[in-house]
């Protein structure tokens, strides 16, 4: 084999055992005990060291084509790598939209060559679910639906419209990844307290109720069940968005995700960091950040993913003495597997269920099961060497997005990744990139 790693403690998503592992040819070859016999060029040591597969991030922004000054995904994907996470998938909201094949194959050739990581593209349904049977036939993974909060060409705008737009992607046998939501809420309610708003932080998060949620994931969940669709909602917030998805989820093939910073973050955030703190959904009241904790450890919620979404700090600080002039979104994929570690410190959730969220669970979603998100023969050997003796604090001055600050920043996290091998190329260590980039794009096989 070209590589061995012996001396670590695999993590599965049911288990941590101490194991040796081979690779060959960029994949897993074998599994076995310690000191079992194991015939390599190479010896790599991980005593002391937690063997996690590389995270799968099944919603990103990278910002190109069109808005590369945000971020890109040469300066992404390296951020990516630096916080455990060797996948990402990656939204259609750029400039211009990814509502086409051709569109879909210029980005995908962007990418090609600068990406860090493996990545899959998603793609944008509107009003008119067109292009759906060619967008698979050029390998997208996602169709990704938004019910509120976005420009009239992205906007589904009412039940019918939702309601063929699932048809089209069930027939073609995809997944729709619905952003939930409710228009005339946000929109009113963002009109009405805009007109009185001094600009102050206070105002923006009533614009985004948990109501617009929990609407748009009832509307979300009764068009899966009439359409057969398989259904992806994403960013679930707040207690009653939960409550609604807990009710009907199980009625057709729906999933769901949380982000971190919704598991982490209240909402007094943006009244201790400002602009940096904004988001759309928003942070929510301590109330809501423990209902989702509890969702996701009740398997409500089955992954997370980081809704990475970096702006400049400029464009931030515009809204420092006026909250509608910063755009909503924070960076998340350097900070994905601290965070996560985070709840493991706190107790709320295990190493294999951190491997299951935010792993394998995301990979099986997706149709990557067997192939990345877990640490098994035949898998590509995507593995992050995790050293959980080291207790670190996160510090803006570290980060690699575009967006040169986390909201993160300050807090001390108890487990570091030191190394991170893609395919079994050292690709990171302690943070810094090593070699080339080497990321390929990934199809979709069968999905969950």
């Not at 593209?121 to 050029?138: D, F, N």
Request: charged share 20%.
């Amino acid at each position: 084999m070209d590589l061995a790693i012996r001396n670590g403690l695999l993590v599965t998503s049911d288990r941590v055992m101490a194991a040796d592992i081979g690779i060959a040819d960029g994949r897993i070859e074998a599994i076995v005990a310690p000191g079992e016999s194991l015939q390599a060029q190479r010896t790599l040591d991980a005593a002391g060291l937690h063997l996690l597969p590389g995270l799968v991030d099944a919603h990103v922004h990278l910002r190109e084509p069109g808005l590369v000054h945000k971020e890109g995904f040469a300066a992404g994907t390296r951020a990516a790598l630096a916080g455990g996470v060797t996948t990402v998938m990656v939204m259609p909201t750029d400039d211009p939209l990814t509502f086409t094949a051709s569109q879909f194959e210029a980005k995908r050739a962007l990418a090609e060559g600068q990406a860090w990581t493996d990545f899959m593209l998603q793609a944008a349904i509107g009003a008119q679910a067109c292009h759906v049977e060619e967008l698979v036939e050029a390998g997208a993974v996602s169709f990704e639906i938004f019910l509120a909060d976005v420009s009239p060409s992205l906007l589904v705008p009412d039940a019918e419209s939702l309601l063929q737009a699932l048809a089209r992607v069930a027939a073609a046998g995809a997944v729709a990844g619905i952003t939930p939501g409710d228009h005339d809420v946000v929109s009113r309610r963002t009109a009405a307290i805009r007109a009185g708003s001094t600009g102050a932080w206070q105002d923006f998060p009533p614009t985004r109720p948990p109501v617009s949620e929990a609407l748009g994931i009832a509307r979300a969940c009764v068009a899966a069940r009439e359409s057969g669709a398989r259904v992806h909602i994403r960013q679930v917030s707040c207690a009653s968005g939960a409550q609604v998805l807990a009710a009907l989820k199980d009625s057709a093939h729906i999933t769901a995700e949380v982000t971190p910073h919704n598991l982490l973050l209240d909402e007094g955030e943006l009244g201790r960091q400002g602009p940096k703190a904004k988001v759309a959904p928003p942070l929510r009241p301590a109330g809501d950040v423990l209902a989702m904790q509890r969702a996701l450890e009740e398997r409500v919620i089955d992954i997370v993913a980081t809704d990475h979404a970096p702006h400049l700090p400029a464009e931030k600080a515009a809204g420092q003495g006026d909250i509608w002039k910063a755009p909503g979104g924070i960076p998340g994929l350097q900070t994905f597997l601290p965070t996560m570690l985070m709840l493991v410190q706190q107790g709320l959730l295990d190493l294999p269920g951190l491997v299951r969220t935010c792993a394998t669970g995301p990979a099986r979603l997706f149709g990557l099961g067997g192939r990345k998100g877990e640490l098994c023969v035949g898998a590509d050997a995507d593995v992050v060497l995790v050293d959980m003796a080291r207790r670190w604090q996160v510090r803006d001055e570290d980060q690699l997005s575009k967006a040169r600050y986390t909201p993160f920043a300050g807090r001390m996290v108890q487990g570091a990744p030191v190394r991170v091998l893609l395919r079994g190329h050292e690709v990171m260590r302690d943070g810094a990139p090593v070699g080339d980039p080497l990321g390929r794009f990934l199809r979709p096989a069968t999905t969950a």
